[in-house]
């Protein structure tokens, strides 16, 4: 469990700094854009490594059991996971989804957060997810509040084009059934559908 919280402090605190706009450019101002950007992907990638073991050491020493998910919510938990899907698809392309959520990436970190936390009920998961979950709707918030010249990430679609949200649509759900079917049990372990 000590990795797994290790992991999420560096990877969800390097990605804090990206919402705290002042301490970001004092980094920025003291190490250079190159070395920030260095920094912060190595911190990024470390606590990411972390969580993955930390959370597979928890896995294997036998989960901490919190509350009991009712088997409903697997239903809600798959629409959300497509809906992330999608949204992860529409980062970056030009699409009348992402004009209309903004932060597609964002959102889809939260709809995947969400789905999790109704289907796990063990404290690792709740940890894990519940941080993501904490990260995504903070960041949302930082982000809806910034001035418009200070942006992070791509640039807003002024002229959204329909063939790139079904390019994205087929993208987001080809990815979904790829992680269903195969990915989630070869990556994770876990099998989604019974049989």
Not at 59 to 64: Q, V
Not at 109 to 129: E, K, P
Not at 170 to 193: E, N, Q, T
């Amino acid at each position: 469990m000590t990795l797994l919280i290790l992991g999420l402090i560096l990877f969800i605190g390097a990605h804090f700094v990206t919402t705290a706009r002042l301490t970001r450019a004092a980094l920025i101002m003291r190490l250079g854009e190159g070395p920030y950007k260095g920094l912060y992907s190595l911190v990024s990638v470390v606590g990411l490594v972390l969580i993955v073991m930390g959370f597979g050491a928890y896995r294997s020493s036998g989960m901490i059991p919190v509350w009991y998910p009712p088997a409903w919510t697997r239903h809600i938990t798959f629409l959300l996971e497509l809906l992330a899907f999608v949204l992860l698809a529409a980062t970056y392309a030009p699409s009348h989804i992402r004009a209309a959520v903004k932060h597609p990436m964002i959102s889809a970190v939260i709809l995947w957060s969400l789905g999790h936390l109704l289907v796990r009920g063990d404290l690792g998961s709740i940890l894990m997810f519940g941080g993501f979950l904490a990260w995504g709707i903070l960041a949302r918030i930082a982000m809806g509040r910034r001035a418009s010249d200070d942006r992070q990430g791509p640039a807003p679609v002024t002229k959204p084009r329909w063939s790139a949200d079904i390019i994205v649509i087929v993208i987001g759900v080809a990815a979904y059934v790829a992680m269903l079917l195969w990915l989630h049990p070869l990556l994770i372990g876990v099998s989604l559908i019974p049989g």
